[in-house]
């Protein structure tokens, strides 16, 4: 009972430590940010889970590929804010863009074999 509690506050206390720190310093929250934490948390969480080295290294690759095509919303969302589209406009905007990318990102790698 208390595990899953222990891992939801462990990791809202990570989104919490980017947003009050890019309060104060926007470049040091994106540092913060930029960092797989969560995805090295989610890879802790499963290994303690599962115990599973094929369940993470699956996980691990397959995040790999899929940071790929959301990489660009970091660059639209700037832009449309800048040309002056609301926020929350430009973040669906750049959310919609980011899930065309994935389905193309997806669909070109089962071409190539890759699978998840």
């Not at 070109?108 to 998840?116: A, C, H, I, P, S």
Request: with cysteine; aromatic share 12%.
């Amino acid at each position: 009972m208390w595990y899953p509690i222990f891992k939801a506050a462990l990791s809202g206390v990570l989104v919490s430590a980017v947003s009050e720190t890019a309060k104060r310093s926007p470049s040091w929250g994106a540092l913060i940010a930029s960092l797989p934490l969560v995805s090295i948390l989610a890879m802790i969480w499963l290994w303690h889970d599962t115990r599973d080295a094929e369940r993470i290294a699956s996980h691990a690759e397959a995040t790999f590929w899929l940071v790929l095509p959301s990489l660009p919303m970091f660059l639209v969302l700037p832009v449309l804010l800048r040309a002056g589209m609301p926020f929350y406009a430009a973040l669906g905007g750049a959310c919609l863009g980011t899930v065309v990318l994935y389905l193309g990102t997806v669909w070109l790698l089962r071409g190539w074999g890759v699978n998840f």
